[in-house]
C-alpha cells in the first residue's frame, strides 16, 4: 500500500518563513503570505511569482517613450507590463499597475511574447510600465526565449534587486533606462519606501556587465529640486557611469500621493540640464515638457551639430553615419543599428 500524503502543508510548513533573495529588502514570508512587492508569494515553502505568464499590459511602442534617445531611435518596441513594485513611490504614475495589483489580462508565456514580436517585425522587447524585476522569473524567462530569437531585450526599472539575480538576467539583457529617483538616501527612504545604496550599486554592476546605459530623473518641486543634489546626482553619474551616459530629466506632473504639489516649473528643468552641462555630460534630455525643444534632440558633444532631431516621440531628422557625426567624425556612444 502506498503511503498517503497530503497534498496541504504541513503545520511546520505553514509556521516556517521562507526568506524572498530577490531584493534588498528580503521579505520573510508565512505559508501563502505575499511580500512587500504584492506579486511575490511563499507557496508550500517556496517564493513564487503570482504574475508568472501573466502580464497586464502588452503593447507596441515607440522607442523614445522608454525613454530610450542612443538605442535603435525611431524604432518600436513591444513593451510588457505586469503588476507590482517592490518601492511605493508617492509619485508614481501608474500607481495602479503597482501598487494596486492591475488584474492581468489572460496567460501569455514567453514563447508568444518573442512570436508576437517576431510576427509584427519589432526587433526589441521592453520590460516596463510597473517593476518588471519583482516578476523575475517571468521576466527573464522571456529575455532569454527573445535572445535565442535574436531579438533585444529593455529592462525599464527602478533597479532596486540583489546583486545575484541582477547579474543572471543582465547577460540577457541589451539597453535599460534605470529611473535614478534621486541621490539622496532621505528621499528614497520618505518618499519611495527604499533605500538608495542598492540602486546605485545595480547601476555599476550593469555597466560592468555591458548593458547600455540610460537614466531619467523625474524633478519634483520641494523635494528634489534643489540645484545642490542635481549637480550631486550629474557628478555621481559622471565618475561612476561615464559623461556618455543620456541623462533624461523629466517634468513632475501633480498625481497619486502627491497631488498637493505643483508641477515642475519649465525653468527648473532647463535650469537642471545646464547644471548636468556643466557637471561634464555629454547627452541631457528633458521630457514631459509638452512644446518639445532642444533638449529632445542630439547634438554631437564635439562640434554641436544636430544629428537627431525629435518632436515628441518621433524622430524627423537622422544625420549620424556609421554613428558618427557626419561632420567631425566624433563616435556617439548607442547601438544604432
Not at 517592490?86 to 496567460?107: D, F, V, Y
Not at 534630455?285 to 512644446?291: F, H, I, P, Q, R
Request: proline share 6%; with cysteine.
Amino acid at each position: 500500500m502506498t503511503d498517503w500524503i497530503p497534498c496541504f502543508p504541513t503545520l511546520e510548513r505553514m509556521k516556517a518563513k521562507v526568506r524572498c533573495k530577490l531584493c534588498p529588502k528580503g521579505c520573510e514570508l508565512l505559508a501563502e503570505q505575499i511580500g512587500d512587492c504584492g506579486v511575490r508569494k511563499n507557496i508550500a515553502g517556496k517564493i513564487q511569482c503570482i504574475t508568472y505568464n501573466h502580464p497586464s499590459a502588452i503593447k507596441s511602442d515607440p522607442i523614445e517613450k522608454k525613454p530610450l534617445y542612443h538605442f535603435l531611435p525611431g524604432s518600436e518596441v513591444l513593451s510588457i507590463g505586469t503588476a507590482g513594485c517592490n518601492l511605493h513611490c508617492q509619485q508614481c504614475q501608474n500607481w495602479q499597475l503597482s501598487q494596486e495589483s492591475m488584474l492581468p489580462i489572460g496567460a501569455v508565456s514567453s514563447a508568444e511574447i518573442t512570436a508576437l514580436a517576431v510576427k509584427n517585425k519589432i526587433q526589441s522587447i521592453a520590460y516596463t510600465y510597473a517593476e518588471p524585476l519583482v516578476s523575475y522569473e517571468y521576466t527573464l524567462e522571456c529575455c532569454q526565449t527573445s535572445h535565442q530569437a535574436g531579438l533585444k531585450n529593455i529592462l525599464v526599472s527602478a533597479a532596486y534587486i540583489n546583486p545575484a539575480p541582477l547579474r543572471t538576467i543582465c547577460d540577457y539583457l541589451d539597453a535599460a533606462n534605470i529611473d535614478l529617483k534621486s541621490i539622496s538616501d532621505s528621499f528614497y527612504r520618505s518618499i519611495c519606501g527604499a533605500q538608495l545604496a542598492p540602486v546605485l550599486r545595480a547601476l555599476n554592476i550593469m555597466k560592468e556587465c555591458g548593458v547600455y546605459l540610460e537614466l531619467t530623473n523625474l524633478i519634483i518641486p520641494t523635494l528634489n529640486d534643489s540645484t545642490d543634489e542635481t549637480k550631486k546626482l550629474c557628478d555621481w553619474i559622471v565618475q561612476d557611469l561615464g559623461p556618455e551616459t543620456p541623462l533624461h530629466f523629466s517634468r513632475f506632473f501633480p498625481q497619486y500621493k502627491l497631488k498637493h504639489l505643483p508641477a515642475t516649473p519649465k525653468a527648473t528643468i532647463q535650469q537642471a540640464r545646464l547644471i548636468a552641462f556643466e557637471a561634464g555630460l555629454k547627452f541631457v534630455y528633458t521630457g514631459n515638457m509638452a512644446d518639445g525643444g532642444a533638449g529632445e534632440s542630439t547634438r554631437c558633444p564635439e562640434c554641436n551639430t544636430l544629428l537627431i532631431q525629435r518632436r515628441g516621440y518621433h524622430v524627423n531628422t537622422m544625420r549620424l553615419v556609421n554613428g558618427k557625426c557626419p561632420d567631425c567624425g566624433q563616435l556617439i556612444r548607442g547601438i544604432w543599428n
